[in-house]
């Protein structure tokens, strides 16, 4: 697994059920290959495959989340 860090959180009003939408719907992953999702005041967490990292991060940021464009970063680099 690794960790994508989304620029948006709970002052966004982004729950853990938005970004597993996010993925899982518009992005087509299956949810086995998402992990623990953390949402924080100003950031959210989620990890993902190494196997669907870097087209997850761009599912990410070339969708939304919760109707919002977002910025999308790996944590640590692959």
């Known amino acids: 697994m690794i960790t994508l860090q989304i620029l948006g959180g709970r002052k966004e009003k982004i729950r853990p ?3 597993l939408g996010a993925l899982t719907g518009e992005a087509g992953f299956a949810k086995e290959q998402v992990g623990k999702i953390n949402v924080t005041d100003f950031h959210t967490y989620v990890a993902v495959d190494r196997t ?5 991060v761009k599912a990410l940021s ?3 989340v919760k109707g919002k464009k977002v910025k999308v970063r790996f944590l640590n680099e692959l």
């Open 52 to 56: 669907i990292a870097r087209k997850a």
């Open 17 to 19: 059920g938005d970004v």
């Open 62 to 64: 070339d969708g939304k």
